[in-house]
């Protein structure tokens, strides 16, 4: 395969876990002791990093991802994915032994899932194992979760970044189980967190609180700008300058699988650009809308179907 030239620096690398999804359509979604049917099956390119380089690579952004794939069909998979989308892959690695991560999806009629991790490779990246020469110009690095210990070599690399690149951090709940103070490291570096509400709720251990309450908590511990996804009830965000609260976009839900990386996608994208925080979010709610059409990436939309929209 064709590797994308070296030389090429991304606007927005991702950093998180390449797994491929195998996605089940099934009847309904089981507890302990139940039963239930499938109803179809694919295999998609997936991880969360991936998801919103992805999304972002639709909309004209120059990108990358740093992640670690095997010498299998999975890995070949993704490789392609990502070059196909026109994803810069230099940052890859590649390993000779072990398997490219895997992510067993249960997906139901109402789109509403349950995941599985087999995180194969995903976690053995070492901080040797990253040019730094790739990484040094780009505007925003955005994080994701590990299994394993390749968090241990995320915060390595914060210690590399340039001063003038942003962190955006996505922690998902397999890192907010982890506390706020095995995160604190990454949460002191991270200028744009994007969060759901579940998760935020989790990591500050506080049910009760408004989201704008625990929002400032984050502002004033210098993190820029707070945006808490809250699936078909929109999302609300805020920053030192704005506050604001987006509905979400009616649509026909296949899977929600990526619907928060979509997000992302759209809102990094909107910050890039320039937009105001409230418009960052009504793109990143119409990412989202469209690609929980479909399954996995299939529907994440291109930057001629943005503009044509807004």
């Given at each position: ?153 995320q915060i390595e690399l914060l210690?590399?970044l340039s001063d003038e690149t ?145």
């Amino acid at each position: 395969m064709e590797i994308l030239d070296n030389d090429l620096n991304a606007e927005i690398i991702g950093f998180g876990a390449l797994n491929v999804d195998k996605l089940y359509s099934v009847d309904s979604i089981v507890s302990s002791d139940e039963e239930s049917f499938i109803t179809n099956e694919t295999d998609t390119p997936g991880g969360s990093a991936a998801n919103t380089i992805v999304g972002l690579a639709r909309l004209g952004c120059d990108t990358s991802i740093i992640g670690k794939i095997a010498e299998d069909e999975d890995g070949d998979l993704i490789e392609y994915n990502l070059a196909i989308n026109g994803v810069y892959t230099n940052n890859l690695i590649y390993s000779e032994t072990g398997s490219t991560g895997k992510c067993l999806g249960f997906v139901d009629k109402n789109g509403e899932r349950c995941l599985y991790i087999s995180p194969g490779v995903n976690n053995e990246i070492q901080i040797d194992e990253i040019n730094p020469l790739y990484i040094m110009r780009c505007k925003i690095m955005h994080y994701t979760s590990f299994v394993g210990n390749s968090f241990n070599t995320q915060i390595e690399l914060l210690e590399k970044l340039s001063d003038e690149t942003l962190l955006s951090f996505d922690p998902g709940m397999l890192y907010v189980q982890k506390g706020f103070d095995e995160l604190k490291p990454i949460l002191d570096r991270t200028d744009i967190l994007l969060i759901n509400e579940s998760e935020l709720r989790l990591l500050c251990n506080n049910e009760n609180s408004s989201l704008k309450e625990l929002a400032i908590n984050f502002l004033d511990m210098g993190i820029e700008t707070i945006v808490v996804k809250q699936g078909s009830k929109g999302v609300y965000a805020i920053n030192n300058n704005e506050e604001c609260q987006v509905d979400a976009f009616k649509c026909s839900v296949v899977d929600t699988t990526g619907a928060g990386d979509s997000f992302n996608s759209g809102f990094l994208y909107s910050f890039l650009r320039g937009y105001d925080l409230e418009k960052s979010c009504k793109i990143g709610n119409w990412v989202a809308s469209k690609a929980i059409e479909g399954f996995g990436m299939e529907k994440f939309p291109s930057l001629k179907e943005l503009e044509e929209f807004f």
